[in-house]
């Protein structure tokens, strides 16, 4: 794997020296693994939460939080930047269980394989212990 450049321009390199945290998403059978920069005064719950609504608001599928892993200032001085590589290597590591050609708009889903459930069960904190809940979206009743 080529690690990722480290920036150079202000604006990019403000970003990465934010906390960042890796979540992992559930819809369906597929799981969602992105990227957030906690900024603005928010925790690290709220940058969650935040996503969450974002992305629960583009699927027709109510939305599962399975975990999170956090990286801070106890990880560097660019938090955010470290998260963005281990996204990287995960994605190279559960490559075939991508549903998205890699490298285009969606290549952050994955169907989700024993394997890759299995990782986040062992690295993720539960949305329990980081705080927050496993769903946001009521489902409607008929």
């Known amino acids: 794997m080529i690690p990722p450049k480290i920036p150079s321009d202000p604006i990019t390199l403000a970003w990465h020296r934010l906390p960042g945290l890796i979540y992992f998403f ?23 939460k935040r996503r969450m609504r974002q ?31 281990r996204e990287r290597e995960l994605r190279i590591r559960f490559a075939a269980s991508m549903r998205f050609k890699q490298h285009s708009v969606g290549a952050e889903w994955f169907t989700a ?5 299995a990782y986040i069960r062992e690295n993720a904190r539960t949305p329990e212990v980081f705080g927050l809940p496993r769903v946001i979206a009521s489902v409607a009743s008929d």
């Open 113 to 117: 394989s024993d394997d890759l459930l």
């Open 26 to 48: 559930k819809a369906g059978d597929a799981i969602k693994i992105g990227v957030a920069a906690v900024g603005n005064g928010k925790t690290p719950q709220e940058a969650i």
């Open 55 to 85: 992305i629960q608001s583009a699927n027709h599928e109510s939305i599962e939080l399975l975990g999170v892993i956090s990286f801070s200032k106890q990880h560097g001085n660019m938090p955010t930047f470290l998260a963005e590589t």
